[in-house]
C-alpha cells in the first residue's frame, strides 16, 4: 500500500502587506542614518581641518612676534649702551621676549594637537612633518532664504533620516492596527 499527500497552505492578512512596508521603511531610515552619520563627519572633519589651519597660523604668528620681541631686546640693550636706556629697561625687554617665546611654544603645540587630532578623525596614522594647506576661495553669497530653506529640507541628511523612522513607526502603527484585521487562510 501507499499513500500520497500534497498540501499548500497560506494565510494573508493586513499585517503581511504592512510588514513588507514596515521593513523597506526601516532599510530607508538605516541608509539615511549612515547618509546623516557620514555627513556629520564630513561636517567634523571640516571644522577639524579648519581649526587646524587656524592654529598652525597663530603658530606663525607667534613666531613673527618672538622675532619682534628679540628686535626690541637687541634695541633696549644698544640704549643701554650709549646710556639712552637704563638696565630695567633691558630685563623688561628680556622678560617679553621669554614671554613671548612661551606663547610661541604654546602655539605651536596647540597647532600640533589639532593636527594630530585631525588625523586621529580621520583614522590614519600620522605622517612626519604634516604641513596644512589650503587655497579656499572667498566669495559673497548670493543665495535667497527661501531657497537655503527649500535645499536644506530636501538634503539635510539628519532630517531625512528623521523622517525616515516617521515612517517606520507610522508602518509599526498600521501594523498593530491591522491585527484588528480578519485573516484569510
Known sequence: ????????????????????????????????????????????????????LQLQARASLQD?????????????????????????????????????RVAALRARNSAAVARLQLIQQLGVTMPDDVTLTADLPVSAPTLQLGDLLTTARQSNPTL?????????????????RGEYFPSIS
Open 1 to 52: 500500500s501507499s499513500s500520497w499527500g500534497l498540501s499548500a497552505s497560506t494565510q494573508l492578512s493586513y499585517n503581511t502587506f504592512t510588514n513588507i512596508k514596515r521593513a523597506n521603511a526601516s532599510m530607508d531610515a538605516a541608509d539615511a542614518d549612515v547618509e546623516a552619520s557620514l555627513s556629520i563627519l564630513r561636517n567634523g572633519v571640516t571644522a577639524q581641518f579648519l581649526l587646524a
Open 160 to 176: 531625512r533620516a528623521i523622517q525616515a523612522r516617521e515612517r517606520v513607526a507610522d508602518q509599526g502603527l498600521r501594523s498593530a
Open 64 to 100: 613673527t612676534l618672538v622675532v619682534q620681541q628679540q628686535l626690541q631686546l637687541q634695541l633696549a640693550q644698544a640704549r643701554a649702551g650709549v646710556g639712552s636706556a637704563t638696565s630695567l629697561d633691558v630685563k623688561r625687554a628680556e622678560v617679553g621676549l621669554g614671554t613671548q
